[in-house]
């Protein structure tokens, strides 16, 4: 597994925090700016995510076999992605259907983590299964539907693993700052937000994707802010240019799904892009970079910076 | 502990019916009504949920004391009320809330059912906790923000207690149905669906009461429906006529918060009753109740029952 | 056409409100309670809103044909309404929908009020069609796409008129009272207010019926409120329990749709009533009412009375 | 006034489609892209809304005064803006907040626009105010609560002016496409749509800025598509990185408001940016634009061009 640096100082702030801790308030939280006022940058691999770089995960929604894993872990990294992304554990509104290959899709996880040299992010369900998620994944992700599991959230503040927390699609931005203190008040600091669409009364997408979330977060907090277009709009033509306004915005990254082959895909395989597409967008975004003072590939590695991306920034 | 029974024949379905389960419809589900026409009715100590007893269930939104729990709980007995709630386990926001009593007030909780004989119903939020809570609980709540917790639910399905599935604040009915779904086809036949408020835009009310629900599940499931109006408005003097409403549009019951001094709660005190409001309110039911063919006592004994109650007939 | 009555002396406060108005709070307003504890009794024929009489507006969405308002007008009298209802300019998402009858439809609506003595309510759209509404409708209705149409409703402050406002699907309950009052301000004291549901992400009914706005408006404002469960919910079936469940919140009536032939209708048949549904609806409400003081038909005549109805009253 | 140019040849269709317009659905819509897939443009001055031009609105919210006005004018000029915003009409929530100068108002837009050359957009409320505006005004704006008042809509089709068409704040993209049909149905083919936030459950922003609509939109229809990122976000801080999203979602220019004190402005003041706040988004815009083949000032005038633009193109 790669080593993994965080550069900041707060462990052990949690026990002190606690006892003044003001609910609801910015102020007064460990993710809060007031008493953190520079970035936090969280390295994993060769991404760094809260600094210049402009981190892309990428893969498919679930894990379904070697041959598809692996595959699109080989295209994503060609194209420039910095972390693989895949779901062992699946969270479906039903129970019938697919609910991913569990322990067998970690494993898979590991072995595209092997062949590619790229970090993986998977999805925690069940605090059961932590130690196994512990052991085979770089980045433990808490989804949507788990962003308000506080128990399970409490259980991460004791793992040595950065987590990649999802906003709720029924989670208001100070709630998910809230979500993200439980983690960070249990003694884990490396906490990255991603907002990923919320429920509104508009059908034309899967959900609405709230960019604005992503300049009022980063005003904040100092924890690292991506984005998910793909379950935000659930159709992959959608994903490109509103992973573009996500860099204009000020995001510190993206999560895509990426499928070799959407059409047969077991979950979600209408927002996944197709290599090709995934590519296209990765030059994009290239091409987009300068003029917000990002980098796709990683940087010169240094001590923890100060905010310079783009359009997040205090302004007034 | 009071027996508990279950007029229903549904033992050993769920794994027939996972093979053939459509997802995402009402057809197919062991909670729908195609397969399983007639009424399933609930019985836990003298409460029928589902039959002609409109059930109330009542107490403080968190257990606090020993004192603050018994006067409640003898309170409400004597206004009526058929089952007695109490949070040990509290979801909160913020991590630097009052978290609940823990097993301390599991134990509360078991001191008022012998005391009072009423049985309790109270929140699991971690999978670790169930053996404790299945021995101190008559029916196991799972909370608005564990409604999507598929790994929770699933665990309910190996436990002998009813379990009260409350809707998220932003989960659509159809979802409610597929969480219900985990819990019947894991094996356990025994759920009763909540309604308990929905986010919108309104900010007049704390969540907006969806008490068109209530129909719409009666249509759609043979599962009891009960509704809190105190999580939804909010502001105790619109519990009472939002509970009055639920019993017109044909809930199967309600659950209400109420705290001998609201003023000094430590969890949401402006939404609960006072003693004197909660009896006032059991007698605006009880006068109503006629009128909807229900009652408010339990009903004599008797085999499972078709459909009696009041507005959620099948009208068309 | 029926003479209408006002038991209120608001005429002139306008101006002076105006002065010292203060926007988007309850005090300081015309409609709100602090300057006009009572309720206010707005008469129609025999139809009087805001006192204890609940009051039944029933009738086709849209006029079609003299045959399909007179036979419906009939059956809704029949059983009981005290309004009657039919849209003759009608506000259709798209430009290709049927518009309504316009001029023909008033002079229909007009010929079914000589012929069954039921005042009737017909909607507005247009500056331009005051004149003759006015002269042919006895209560004017505002819809829900038109709540903030400002120009419009400063217009009806000068009308010898009452205005049925609705709420819109987007519209808060203060924005709402904050409509009524353009309405009060520009010198037109008789305002009933009308909860037709909202947008919201749920999609198992057409809106979400926001029953607790009838509480809280009723603490806010001395306007009568009413309820309109069809466009709220959009199925048939699901019209008689919210129906119900509107008089037990409090609502001091109901506008509900009724149509002869709901299969052929023009504009939304899924939701309309038959007028055998309608009867047995009518029946249920009036064996409710006397639960919650009110009566269906018209009370006997006297000056302007407090509140004496059901839930929506001051509880804590 | 500036001479207005429309490439495109629609005259007379709105009758033909009418008979066989299909309601609710985006083929057969005049607005649709179904028989017109080529981008429409609309030259108003040197502004050209839906080719390569990247068009920026700017202006105060509402005219207060020859001074306010004319500062500002000069100022969004200077800093490149295509076209001055300024209301004269101002739809209020409440009847006592500042109404607007009204006929005054429209006066001193038509001296700022004579003496800095820009084109100006202000908001029709009424239509009895129609031959005013279209007198005044080189863009008639529909504001977000009138974008369903089917009257006024009507009236436009009869105008020599382009539209700018609001979004309202609970209309579906759906909705707007209509309301923009009753428009080019009725013989007007200049309309502007403008997404503008929508109404959710999240308070950190006044609305939420749903950027997926730009492409959503720029699929569906040829018309122009801009966005107002003041309203949406309510608080001048987070204008400028969403300003730079929508450029990168794909829109085809902004409305922002800009005041030059925003503390003493009569309405809306948190959410103006600053002249020199504007001027300093409007280089970051410059300096993005040619990662979008867009440009800033007017493009060297030619025959209707395809669209060029971002990243809302045929993706998939």
Chains 1, 2, 3, 4 share one sequence.
């Not at 076999?65 to 910095?82: D, F, K, N």
């Not at 070799?260 to 030059?283: H, I, K, N, W, Y």
Request: net charge neutral; proline share 7%; glycine share 12%.
């Amino acid at each position: 597994m790669e080593p993994t640096v965080i550069q900041m100082a707060q462990a052990g702030a949690g026990t002190a925090r606690a006892s003044r801790g003001r609910p609801g308030r910015t102020t007064g939280r460990l993710a809060g700016r007031e008493d953190h006022p520079e970035d936090t940058c969280i390295q994993v691999g060769r991404a760094r995510f809260g600094g210049r770089q402009f981190v892309v995960i990428a893969g498919p929604c679930s894990v379904e076999s070697e041959e598809q894993l692996l595959s699109t872990a080989r295209e994503v990294r060609g194209a420039g992605a910095a972390v693989l992304r895949g779901g062992a554990f699946k969270p479906r509104s039903s129970p019938y259907s697919f609910q991913g290959l569990g322990p067998e899709g970690l494993k898979l996880l590991d072995l595209a983590r092997r062949l590619t040299g790229l970090p993986v992010v998977t999805e925690l369900m069940d605090g059961d299964d932590l130690p196994l998620v512990e052991r085979m994944a770089d980045i433990i992700q808490i989804g949507a539907r788990n962003v308000q599991n506080f128990s399970l959230l409490k259980k991460l503040g004791r793992v040595d693993r950065p987590v990649l927390l999802k906003r709720g699609f029924m989670t208001t931005i100070e709630e998910l700052l809230d979500s993200a203190e439980y983690i960070l008040a249990a003694g884990n600091p490396r906490v990255i937000l991603c907002e990923r669409g919320i429920r509104t009364f508009e059908t034309a997408t899967r959900n609405t994707l709230d960019l604005s979330a992503v300049p009022v977060l980063k005003e904040r907090t100092h924890l690292p802010v991506i984005v998910d277009p793909s379950h935000a709009v659930g159709h992959r033509r959608f994903v490109p240019p509103m992973a573009q306004a996500a860099m204009a915005a000020g995001a510190d990254g993206l999560m895509v799904e990426v499928h070799v082959s959407p059409e047969t895909a077991l979950c979600d395989g209408d927002q996944s892009l197709r290599p090709e597409e995934f590519a296209r967008l990765m030059d994009n975004l290239t091409a987009m970079a300068a003029s917000f003072n990002r980098i796709i590939g990683p940087e010169a590695q240094g001590p923890a910076v100060g905010r310079v991306g783009g359009g997040g920034g205090p302004w007034a």
